[in-house]
């Protein structure tokens, strides 16, 4: 089972950019779906981001234009650069990994990330 580590997050201005990572375990060259995911203060879970094996991507509306996924098989890591920041983005981020978005995911332990107005 592949093991994963968020880290990058921390406190910006609103306006700013963070790039966030999640390192795993083992390769993951072979891993179908990987994603990120924030969870704000009393909210649920959502979907921010997306990666699949062939290098296709997909966006939640919200972060469109401003965040980008990507990966590098050669580090066993995927990144999350974030710019343009908004409050509204202030949550903890996770990174997760499964045969596909709607599967039952592995999940690190996440990131927090605030934005300040």
């Known amino acids: 089972q592949v093991q994963l580590v968020e880290s990058g997050g921390g406190l910006v201005q609103a306006g700013g950019s963070l790039r966030l990572s999640c390192t795993a375990s083992?390769?993951?060259?072979?891993?179908?779906?990987m994603g990120w995911y924030r969870q704000a203060p009393g909210q649920e879970r959502e979907f921010v981001a997306g990666?699949?094996?062939?290098?296709?991507?997909n966006y939640a509306d919200a972060v469109k234009g401003r965040f980008t996924i990507s990966k590098d098989n050669a580090k066993n890591t995927m990144y999350l650069q974030m710019s343009a920041l908004k409050p509204d983005d202030t949550a903890v981020y996770y990174c997760?990994?499964?045969?596909?978005?709607?599967?039952?995911?592995?999940w690190g332990r996440g990131t927090n990330v605030t934005v300040s107005s």
């Open positions: 083992r390769s993951i060259y072979s891993i179908i779906f």
């Open positions: 997760a990994h499964g045969p596909s978005r709607w599967s039952k995911l592995s």
């Open positions: 990666l699949i094996k062939t290098g296709g991507t």
